[in-house]
């Protein structure tokens, strides 16, 4: 049966903090689907270093530049928020071959679940494949440089984050 394009694509993760890993990917979902929707996941129990508003704006700062790429935030099941923004597709990332158990088992799950909505896996460029976001926190933290592995915004926020949290165990 001849279907018409997927036009709606939801970019969902935990963005703790946003990366220039997954900025390359956003970057090449918007040029392949007419909206794409950045989606932050809510979910505290993962204990984020950044709350959500925090990581919610720091996802806005690096894609303004992008007209047709927007942000939200959900919790619960990703397929419902999916369906509630009408996207056909969802969009992750394989940095490496250590990236696709996970993603398979998650990619199947949604389909039993919603089996309309389709996960498509981009690669990153080969310069990013080794970006994570735990990697630029420990990195960070540890008190070497990040400079080309986030936005210069997210940079500001971790030393600012950092001092506050060195602060409160002290
Ligand atoms: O950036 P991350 O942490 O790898 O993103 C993981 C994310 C947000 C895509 C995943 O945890 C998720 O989809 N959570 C929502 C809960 C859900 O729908 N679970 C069922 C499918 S496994």
Do not use: C, W
């Not at 970057?27 to 505290?44: A, M």
């Not at 700062?61 to 990703?78: C, H, I, K, Q, W």
């Amino acid at each position: 049966m001849l279907r018409k394009p997927a036009s709606v694509a939801i970019y969902p993760g935990s963005f703790d903090p946003i990366t220039n890993g997954h900025l390359d990917l956003i970057e090449r979902g918007s040029r392949l689907f007419g909206r794409l929707v950045v989606s932050v996941l809510r979910n505290e129990g993962k204990k984020p270093l950044f709350p959500i508003e925090e990581r919610i704006e720091m996802v806005r700062e690096a894609v303004r530049s992008y007209p047709n790429v927007e942000v939200d935030s959900f919790g619960g099941l990703l397929v419902e928020h999916a369906a509630a923004h009408s996207a056909s597709v969802i969009i992750r990332g394989i940095r490496a071959i250590s990236d696709y158990e996970y993603e398979l088992q998650m990619a199947l799950m949604n389909r039993r679940l919603k089996p309309d909505i389709e996960t498509i896996f981009l690669m990153s460029n080969e310069a990013y494949s080794f970006i994570s976001s735990r990697m630029v926190k420990e990195v960070f933290s540890l008190g070497g440089s990040i400079s080309g592995l986030a936005p210069p915004a997210v940079e500001e926020r971790l030393r600012r984050r950092l001092s506050k949290t060195n602060r409160r165990g002290a």
